[in-house]
Protein backbone atom coordinates (compact mmCIF):
# COMPACT_ATOMS: atom_id res chain seq x y z
CA UNK A 1 0.00 0.00 0.00
CA UNK A 2 0.46 3.52 0.18
CA UNK A 3 1.76 3.95 -3.48
CA UNK A 4 2.82 7.67 -5.02
CA UNK A 5 3.12 7.58 -8.78
CA UNK A 6 4.01 10.70 -10.99
CA UNK A 7 3.51 11.68 -14.52
CA UNK A 8 5.60 12.07 -17.05
CA UNK A 9 8.90 9.94 -15.43
CA UNK A 10 10.53 12.13 -17.75
CA UNK A 11 10.29 15.25 -19.76
CA UNK A 12 12.16 17.47 -22.75
CA UNK A 13 10.41 20.30 -23.66
CA UNK A 14 11.36 23.51 -25.31
CA UNK A 15 12.55 26.74 -23.42
CA UNK A 16 9.26 28.97 -23.31
CA UNK A 17 6.78 26.17 -23.12
CA UNK A 18 4.88 24.79 -19.76
CA UNK A 19 5.02 21.56 -19.07
CA UNK A 20 2.54 19.77 -16.26
CA UNK A 21 3.73 16.88 -13.55
CA UNK A 22 1.25 14.99 -12.03
CA UNK A 23 1.58 12.96 -8.54
CA UNK A 24 -1.36 10.30 -7.34
CA UNK A 25 -1.76 9.43 -4.55
CA UNK A 26 -2.98 5.60 -5.95
CA UNK A 27 -4.21 3.44 -2.65
CA UNK A 28 -4.56 5.92 -0.17
CA UNK A 29 -6.40 9.85 0.22
CA UNK A 30 -3.65 12.74 0.44
CA UNK A 31 -4.72 15.96 2.31
CA UNK A 32 -1.45 17.58 1.87
CA UNK A 33 1.06 16.91 -1.16
CA UNK A 34 4.60 17.89 -1.26
CA UNK A 35 6.50 19.10 -3.79
CA UNK A 36 10.38 18.80 -3.98
CA UNK A 37 13.34 19.92 -6.34
CA UNK A 38 16.47 18.10 -6.51
CA UNK A 39 19.11 19.76 -8.77
CA UNK A 40 22.19 16.97 -9.69
CA UNK A 41 24.04 15.76 -6.92
CA UNK A 42 22.36 18.06 -4.51
CA UNK A 43 19.48 17.14 -2.06
CA UNK A 44 16.04 17.60 -1.98
CA UNK A 45 14.33 21.12 -1.50
CA UNK A 46 10.83 21.72 -0.54
CA UNK A 47 9.19 24.20 -3.33
CA UNK A 48 5.67 24.05 -1.95
CA UNK A 49 2.74 22.56 0.65
CA UNK A 50 -0.23 21.27 -1.68
CA UNK A 51 -3.29 21.28 0.33
CA UNK A 52 -7.04 19.63 -1.31
CA UNK A 53 -8.93 22.71 -1.95
CA UNK A 54 -6.42 25.38 -1.04
CA UNK A 55 -4.00 27.23 -2.40
CA UNK A 56 -0.49 26.02 -1.91
CA UNK A 57 1.85 27.54 0.50
CA UNK A 58 5.37 28.43 -1.52
CA UNK A 59 8.61 27.98 0.01
CA UNK A 60 11.04 31.61 0.43
CA UNK A 61 12.43 32.03 -3.00
CA UNK A 62 9.78 29.81 -4.85
CA UNK A 63 8.15 31.71 -7.81
CA UNK A 64 4.68 30.77 -7.42
CA UNK A 65 3.36 32.51 -10.70
CA UNK A 66 5.75 30.17 -12.38
CA UNK A 67 5.31 26.78 -10.48
CA UNK A 68 1.69 26.44 -10.68
CA UNK A 69 0.00 23.83 -8.11
CA UNK A 70 -3.10 22.23 -8.02
CA UNK A 71 -4.70 19.96 -5.60
CA UNK A 72 -8.21 19.49 -7.21
CA UNK A 73 -8.95 15.88 -5.59
CA UNK A 74 -7.71 13.53 -1.92
CA UNK A 75 -5.40 11.57 -5.00
CA UNK A 76 -4.17 14.85 -7.47
CA UNK A 77 -1.75 17.09 -7.32
CA UNK A 78 -0.09 19.00 -10.33
CA UNK A 79 2.82 20.98 -10.73
CA UNK A 80 2.73 23.41 -13.85
CA UNK A 81 6.22 24.51 -15.09
CA UNK A 82 5.17 27.81 -17.28
CA UNK A 83 7.36 29.13 -19.83
CA UNK A 84 9.95 26.91 -19.09
CA UNK A 85 13.77 27.82 -19.05
CA UNK A 86 17.04 25.35 -18.95
CA UNK A 87 17.63 26.37 -15.36
CA UNK A 88 14.11 24.85 -14.23
CA UNK A 89 15.95 21.47 -15.35
CA UNK A 90 15.99 19.60 -12.44
CA UNK A 91 14.08 16.00 -10.67
CA UNK A 92 10.76 17.21 -9.37
CA UNK A 93 9.49 14.82 -6.56
CA UNK A 94 6.14 14.78 -5.31
CA UNK A 95 5.11 13.14 -1.46
CA UNK A 96 1.92 12.34 -0.30
CA UNK A 97 0.51 11.99 3.66
CA UNK A 98 -2.15 9.66 3.67
CA UNK A 99 -4.87 11.43 5.31
CA UNK A 100 -6.34 8.22 6.96
CA UNK A 101 -3.55 7.51 9.27
CA UNK A 102 -1.98 9.70 12.13
CA UNK A 103 1.36 8.85 10.85
CA UNK A 104 4.08 11.13 9.99
CA UNK A 105 5.43 9.70 7.05
CA UNK A 106 5.46 11.26 3.65
CA UNK A 107 4.93 8.46 0.93
CA UNK A 108 7.28 9.82 -2.08
CA UNK A 109 6.86 9.63 -6.14
CA UNK A 110 9.50 8.21 -8.42
CA UNK A 111 10.36 11.64 -9.63
CA UNK A 112 10.08 13.25 -13.08
CA UNK A 113 13.12 14.37 -14.83
CA UNK A 114 12.62 17.64 -16.65
CA UNK A 115 14.82 18.88 -19.42
CA UNK A 116 14.70 22.29 -20.93
CA UNK A 117 16.17 22.93 -24.11
CA UNK B 1 15.17 27.19 11.48
CA UNK B 2 15.79 23.59 10.79
CA UNK B 3 19.26 22.57 10.06
CA UNK B 4 20.27 19.15 9.14
CA UNK B 5 24.17 18.47 8.59
CA UNK B 6 25.40 15.28 6.73
CA UNK B 7 29.28 15.47 6.95
CA UNK B 8 30.14 12.72 5.06
CA UNK B 9 30.14 13.57 0.89
CA UNK B 10 30.95 10.10 0.10
CA UNK B 11 32.01 6.69 2.17
CA UNK B 12 33.28 3.32 0.63
CA UNK B 13 32.45 -0.18 2.91
CA UNK B 14 33.47 -3.05 2.24
CA UNK B 15 30.52 -5.91 1.61
CA UNK B 16 29.47 -7.58 5.01
CA UNK B 17 31.00 -5.14 7.03
CA UNK B 18 28.54 -2.49 8.82
CA UNK B 19 28.63 1.44 8.63
CA UNK B 20 27.76 4.78 9.71
CA UNK B 21 26.25 7.22 7.94
CA UNK B 22 26.40 10.49 9.91
CA UNK B 23 23.51 13.11 10.46
CA UNK B 24 23.04 16.35 12.83
CA UNK B 25 20.80 18.20 12.91
CA UNK B 26 19.16 21.59 14.96
CA UNK B 27 15.33 22.58 15.62
CA UNK B 28 13.78 24.45 18.56
CA UNK B 29 10.84 22.05 17.92
CA UNK B 30 10.05 20.15 21.28
CA UNK B 31 8.75 17.65 19.31
CA UNK B 32 10.56 16.30 16.11
CA UNK B 33 10.95 13.09 14.11
CA UNK B 34 13.74 12.18 12.07
CA UNK B 35 13.89 9.83 8.78
CA UNK B 36 16.86 8.41 6.67
CA UNK B 37 16.06 7.73 3.02
CA UNK B 38 17.90 5.87 -0.10
CA UNK B 39 18.13 6.88 -3.08
CA UNK B 40 19.25 4.84 -5.57
CA UNK B 41 20.34 6.36 -9.45
CA UNK B 42 16.69 5.76 -10.09
CA UNK B 43 15.77 8.40 -8.29
CA UNK B 44 13.35 7.16 -6.25
CA UNK B 45 12.84 7.94 -2.30
CA UNK B 46 13.18 4.87 -0.59
CA UNK B 47 11.99 5.06 3.51
CA UNK B 48 14.54 3.24 5.56
CA UNK B 49 13.35 4.02 9.14
CA UNK B 50 12.03 6.60 11.40
CA UNK B 51 13.03 7.76 15.40
CA UNK B 52 10.31 10.21 17.10
CA UNK B 53 12.74 12.67 19.78
CA UNK B 54 10.18 11.26 22.37
CA UNK B 55 11.44 7.39 21.85
CA UNK B 56 13.01 6.33 24.47
CA UNK B 57 14.73 3.47 22.50
CA UNK B 58 16.89 3.28 19.14
CA UNK B 59 14.87 2.31 15.93
CA UNK B 60 15.55 -0.35 14.04
CA UNK B 61 14.43 -2.10 10.40
CA UNK B 62 16.17 -5.23 9.76
CA UNK B 63 20.13 -4.47 8.83
CA UNK B 64 19.05 -0.84 9.73
CA UNK B 65 18.93 0.56 12.99
CA UNK B 66 19.36 4.95 14.25
CA UNK B 67 21.85 6.00 16.40
CA UNK B 68 20.05 8.49 18.04
CA UNK B 69 21.65 10.56 20.40
CA UNK B 70 19.39 13.69 21.68
CA UNK B 71 21.48 15.71 23.54
CA UNK B 72 24.15 15.47 21.01
CA UNK B 73 21.40 16.39 18.15
CA UNK B 74 22.78 13.22 16.25
CA UNK B 75 20.63 10.46 14.26
CA UNK B 76 23.59 8.57 12.78
CA UNK B 77 22.22 5.58 10.69
CA UNK B 78 24.10 2.22 10.45
CA UNK B 79 23.78 -0.53 7.91
CA UNK B 80 24.85 -3.95 8.85
CA UNK B 81 26.47 -6.34 6.69
CA UNK B 82 26.65 -4.25 3.66
CA UNK B 83 25.18 -5.46 0.53
CA UNK B 84 26.26 -4.39 -2.87
CA UNK B 85 22.56 -3.04 -3.66
CA UNK B 86 23.40 -0.54 -0.55
CA UNK B 87 25.40 1.60 -2.65
CA UNK B 88 23.09 4.60 -3.04
CA UNK B 89 22.64 8.25 -1.91
CA UNK B 90 21.71 8.39 1.69
CA UNK B 91 19.66 11.30 3.21
CA UNK B 92 18.30 12.13 6.81
CA UNK B 93 15.58 14.12 7.43
CA UNK B 94 14.30 16.32 9.58
CA UNK B 95 10.57 16.48 10.31
CA UNK B 96 9.19 19.86 12.28
CA UNK B 97 6.74 19.43 14.94
CA UNK B 98 3.77 20.12 13.00
CA UNK B 99 4.28 17.72 10.80
CA UNK B 100 4.03 19.50 7.76
CA UNK B 101 7.93 20.13 6.51
CA UNK B 102 10.77 17.62 5.53
CA UNK B 103 14.52 19.02 5.58
CA UNK B 104 16.56 17.18 4.18
CA UNK B 105 20.51 17.07 4.76
CA UNK B 106 22.87 17.23 1.80
CA UNK B 107 23.02 13.93 1.64
CA UNK B 108 26.30 10.64 1.72
CA UNK B 109 27.17 8.52 -1.56
CA UNK B 110 28.09 5.17 0.50
CA UNK B 111 29.89 2.58 -2.22
CA UNK B 112 30.09 -0.74 -1.51
CA UNK B 113 33.46 -2.64 -2.71
CA UNK B 114 32.91 -6.19 -3.47
Known amino acids: GAVVSQHPSRVICKSGTSVKIECRSLDFQATTMFWYRQFPKQSLMLMAT?????????EQGVEKDKFLINHASLTLSTLTVTSAHPEDSSFYICSARDRGQASYEQYFGPGTRLTVT | AQKITQTQPGMFVQEKEAVTLDCTYD???????LFWYKQPSSGEMIFLIY??????QNATEGRYSLNFQKARKSANLVISASQLGDSAMYFCALLNNAGNMLTFGGGTRLMVKP
Open chain 1, 50 to 58: SNEGSKATY
Open chain 2, 27 to 33: TSDPSYG
Open chain 2, 51 to 56: QGSYDQ
